[in-house]
């Protein structure tokens, strides 16, 4: 198992050299924003302080572009780090600045999932004597999770098929070109590998 791990984190980190040397070929705010956005894809499930510079280089990109969906994207990326580092009020304040009226589908279901992820911590850190409490998070994560069958469509059905945030894990780190289509593409993996992951205790 040690053995796996360590084979783990050379290729993670070799793959995270490689995307470091891009950074010189970059030439507009629009390709830094794609390769920051498979920079955090790398990060996430590796590095949450590294991954977290990431997700703060975007918003501010994505603001500067005038990006608004970009922006709402990256808060909610913002507000599952800070949900799975346990700091959960910090999340559910990021979210306060993101209404679902405004996301398109698919970052709906990515809002909405994110949503039972932090209700669900919220449920677990409310302790043993606030069981009422506990149970109202509870009936909102179950809310949540309603909204996204709710949302999808037959052709998105993995949706319900596949495990939420709830179930992913992130390893906190000690504190830490080919051109923009190669890194978009790459960048577009983050949702499949986030859905792989189970939530700190």
């Given at each position: 198992m040690i053995?796996?791990?360590?084979v783990f984190?050379?290729?993670k980190?070799?793959k995270?050299?490689?995307?470091?040397k891009?950074?010189?070929?970059?030439?507009?705010?629009?390709?830094?924003?794609w390769l920051?956005?498979?920079?955090?894809?790398?990060?996430?499930?590796?590095?949450?302080?590294?991954?977290?510079?990431y997700?703060?280089?975007?918003?501010?990109?994505a603001?500067?572009?005038?990006?608004n969906?970009?922006?709402l994207?990256w808060?909610?990326k913002?507000?599952?780090?800070l949900?799975?580092?346990?700091?959960?009020?910090?999340?559910?304040?990021?979210?306060?600045y993101?209404?679902?009226?405004?996301l398109?589908?698919?970052?709906?279901?990515?809002?909405?999932?994110?949503?039972?992820?932090l209700?669900?911590?919220?449920?677990?850190?409310?302790?043993?004597?606030?069981?009422?409490?506990?149970?109202g998070?509870?009936?909102?994560?179950?809310?949540?999770?309603?909204?996204?069958?709710a949302t999808?469509?037959?052709?998105?059905y993995?949706h319900?098929?596949m495990?939420?945030?709830?179930?992913a894990?992130?390893?906190?780190?000690?504190?830490?070109?080919?051109?923009?289509n190669?890194?978009?593409?790459?960048?577009?993996?983050?949702?499949?590998k986030?859905r792989?992951m189970?939530?700190m205790?």
């Amino acid at each position: 198992m040690i053995a796996q791990k360590d084979v783990f984190i050379i290729a993670k980190e070799n793959k995270i050299a490689q995307l470091q040397k891009q950074k010189k070929e970059v030439r507009t705010l629009e390709e830094r924003y794609w390769l920051n956005k498979t920079l955090y894809d790398e990060y996430f499930v590796y590095n949450a302080d590294s991954a977290m510079m990431y997700v703060e280089q975007n918003l501010n990109i994505a603001s500067e572009l005038g990006k608004n969906e970009w922006v709402l994207e990256w808060r909610i990326k913002k507000s599952f780090l800070l949900s799975a580092t346990g700091l959960l009020k910090e999340a559910s304040d990021e979210l306060q600045y993101v209404s679902s009226d405004l996301l398109s589908q698919k970052l709906k279901v990515e809002y909405y999932d994110q949503m039972m992820f932090l209700y669900s911590h919220f449920g677990q850190y409310s302790g043993g004597d606030n069981s009422e409490m506990r149970e109202g998070y509870y009936l909102k994560e179950k809310c949540y999770q309603d909204s996204i069958y709710a949302t999808v469509t037959p052709v998105s059905y993995t949706h319900l098929t596949m495990p939420t945030n709830r179930e992913a894990q992130i390893s906190v780190g000690a504190g830490s070109l080919k051109k923009k289509n190669k890194w978009k593409d790459e960048g577009d993996t983050t949702k499949q590998k986030k859905r792989n992951m189970k939530p700190m205790p």
